[in-house]
């Protein structure tokens, strides 16, 4: 099974760039002809699908996602409106359905017809922040989904650690090292698949394995050193991971021309 994972696309009303300078529909647009060269089971666009939550950028990223048919699971992040999220799911060809919410969260229990892990989508967006929350009560709702013992992927927006990246952990999420202890308890999940960060990091943690994806519009720069909110002119990314029976193995795949070679020892 293949998985490909697009993040943080931030879209913008037809004819808008992202600070005057990034066209953010260019790159969904791109990842996702990236996407369909490797003829995954399931895209999933892990947050922040639009800009402002704005109905002009909706529509725009309706149209943009219009045709893919692939099975596509559309998680809601901090730059999101989730009832608008939950429209485009229902009318785009191919979008999974997500569970009844009780609040308004916007979740996900899928298994694909062809089997594969059980893909749970966590809702970790906050009212009015662009940090993410989960609460006492969501976290025991998640022990309780894990007790079933399938073997499970969980993805949600916010990465449930510290980056390093100080002006991103400003934005982290509050109960993430709750969850991570939560996860820990149980054997059954392989890995836990997360947007937010604007760049590719692995954190691993009490045999839990998180990954964040780069973004498909702009990418956060590394700073480890405390300086203030920076980006960086590397191209977007997307995450190609390959589930079989051993287990996950997740490639990163920039989304620039890359032309393959052969060398010479290899004729
Ligand atoms: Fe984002
Ligand atoms: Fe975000």
Redesign the pocket.
Known sequence: MLVVQIS?PHIYAHGQLMEGRVDTARGLTVALEQARRFAPDLIILS??LVNDADPAQYEHLADLLAGTELPLLLVA???DDRDAVRAIASTTSGALTPLPSVHGELEYDIVLPDGGPRFLVVDTVRADS?SGLLTSERLDALDQQLSTGAQTVVVQ??PPFISGIDFMDH?GLEGGAEELDVIARHRNVLAVLT??LHRYAVHIRSGVTVITSPSSAAQVALDLSGGGTSYTEEPGSILLHRFDDAGVTSHVMPLRDSDTWRPSWAS
């Open positions: 943080d947050g922040d992040g901090n730059h662009h927006h916010h934005y947007g937010h």
